[in-house]
């Protein structure tokens, strides 16, 4: 009779939030915390990860910078002119609508948006560097 007493004690505790001296409940309380731990723990390491494989070309960016459009034409930090210009015309040539017209609608749609990309990258490189 007094263990079903002490479950009813113990629930009713919980119930009105009155907290309980007894060992059961701080292990509980405990294990709850290295729960939430664990959890932050993984959370923040898969936030990590996310970040280091999306390094570069986001489309979620809202400040687009330099390294974006880096990544766009797949261009080294330390690029020259001449890199830029070639990689420009290497993508426009590899994603130019004439040249994709004969395959499928979903791959047009991909060059399309590609070309978007790639000119917006070269537009922000010659404001920057005075390109002809």
């Not at 990860?49 to 687009?64: A, F, I, L």
């Not at 930090?77 to 004969?102: C, F, G, W």
Request: charged share 35%.
């Amino acid at each position: 009779m007094a263990l079903y007493h002490y479950s009813i004690q113990r629930y009713l505790d919980q119930w009105f939030g009155r907290k309980s001296n007894d060992k059961y409940g701080q292990q509980t309380k405990a294990r709850g915390q290295n729960a939430h731990n664990r959890t932050k723990e993984e959370r923040k390491k898969r936030d990590e990860q996310n970040q280091h494989q999306s390094k570069g070309r986001t489309e979620n960016k809202k400040y687009k910078d330099e390294r974006y459009f880096e990544a766009i034409l797949g261009l080294q930090p330390s690029k020259t002119i001449y890199d830029i210009k070639n990689r420009y015309r290497e993508l426009v040539m590899q994603y130019h609508p004439d040249r994709v017209a004969h395959l499928g609608p979903k791959l047009r749609e991909f060059a399309e948006q590609q070309m978007k990309e790639i000119n917006e990258a070269y537009d922000f490189f010659k404001n920057k560097y005075g390109l002809s």
